[in-house]
């Protein structure tokens, strides 16, 4: 069974802080790993990652993706009260039938 | 660009009853989804469909219905609603089924069954 873990399960910080969020998983036939932010309603994409070393990077939001060790980090520097929200791991196996999440990170980013 | 249209927003069922989910989508998807989420669960998948004709399940498929008569449409129905499926639905699209098409959801629906 395809399984993903993200941790820790919730993180309070200060503004200008930075934090990382952590995803493992175990799925067979991995094609790709996905982040979200989640504010009040839908979860709206972040990152695609599908190949082990390369970071993307979006502002003050950074990821990368270890294929040997199956992991996944989400990097945010100098956070913000915006940058609060509940982030989602997904992995995608061989197509979207097979797209897993984890229980997702609940970010407070306190002023 | 309305995206993913989900309806309705909010919506309280007595056990027992059934209802329909709406989910509609403007951008030509071909693929389209249904999940559910509760409180330390993360996301769920209930059904999928690649294309107008074609569905599949999920992960958590019992008690839920779908179809997909054209691309566009993709409703959600509930045969007999139970408590165990209060929780917050979210429709979800993409250009493909392929792993490299980001899935873009709908703001979600809210349902509890008293």
């Known amino acids: 069974e395809d399984k993903v873990v993200q941790s820790p399960l919730s993180l309070v910080v200060h503004e200008g802080d930075t934090v990382t969020l952590n995803c493992s998983y175990e799925v067979t036939n991995f094609r790709s790993l996905l982040w979200y932010k989640q504010e009040k309603k839908a979860p709206t994409f972040l990152f695609m990652l599908?190949?082990?070393?390369i970071e993307k990077k979006s502002g003050r939001l950074s990821s990368i993706l270890d294929k040997k060790e199956l992991f996944s980090i989400l990097n945010i520097t100098a956070t913000q009260t915006g940058d609060s929200a509940i982030y989602l791991c997904a992995v995608c196996g061989t197509s979207y039938g097979k797209l897993t999440f984890g229980q997702g990170t609940i970010l407070t980013v306190h002023p | 660009n309305a995206g993913v249209t989900q309806t309705p927003k909010f919506q309280v069922l007595k056990t027992g009853q059934s209802m329909t989910l709406q989910c509609a989508q403007d951008m030509n998807h071909e693929y389209m989804s249904w999940y559910r989420q509760d409180p330390g669960m993360g996301l769920r998948l209930i059904h999928y469909?690649?294309?107008?004709?074609?569905?599949d399940q999920g992960e958590v498929p019992n008690g839920y219905n779908v179809s997909r008569s054209t691309t566009e449409d993709f409703p959600l129905r509930l045969l007999s609603a139970a408590p165990s499926q209060t929780s917050v639905y979210f429709c979800?699209?993409?250009?493909?089924?392929?792993?490299?098409?980001?899935?873009?959801f709908g703001n979600g629906t809210r349902l509890t069954v008293t």
């Open positions: 599908t190949s082990s070393g």
């Open positions: 469909s690649v294309g107008a004709g074609i569905t």
């Open positions: 979800a699209s993409s250009r493909t089924s392929s792993y490299n098409s980001p899935l873009h």
